[in-house]
């Protein structure tokens, strides 16, 4: 696996999680690194040099164009409604709902590489914003 640290390619789609409950609810985080760890209670992502005990965590892998969820030891997890069971591994796809057991409902979101023009847009929408 690559380092948690390597900066994301150009060319690789933009992943994204949406937090439709808990702290976080509302916001929007892209996923970028390689290896992120995420907290069950908050679904707060952090790199896992971060994270003294990785079984009480949900690990994301980068796999291929989108990212793979397992499942920690000491908390549940469904996509779609569906079990993963513990050091379980899921492929994400857009669209994907996750709920983490005493935590967070977030939607994982795939979007296309960005473009120069479309930078150059987001810059301007800023700009308005």
């Given at each position: 696996m690559s380092s948690s640290n390597a900066s994301p390619n150009p060319t690789q789609?933009?992943?994204a999680l949406v937090y439709l409950s808990g702290p976080l609810r509302?916001?929007?985080?892209?996923v970028t690194a390689a290896t992120l760890r995420l907290l069950p209670e908050t679904g707060e992502l952090?790199?896992?040099d971060l994270v003294a005990d990785e079984r009480r965590t949900?690990?994301?892998y980068r796999a291929g164009d989108g990212y793979e969820l397992v499942a920690s030891l000491s908390h549940r997890a469904w996509i779609n409604g569906e079990p993963v069971e513990h050091d379980d591994s899921r492929t994400l796809r857009s669209g994907d709902l996750i709920e983490i057991e005493s935590g967070p409902v977030m939607r994982f979101r795939i979007h296309p590489p960005r473009s120069g023009s479309l930078q150059v847009a987001q810059r301007g929408?800023?700009?308005l914003l």
């Open positions: 789609r933009d992943a509302g916001k929007t985080v892209r952090l790199s896992p949900i690990s994301l929408v800023r700009r």
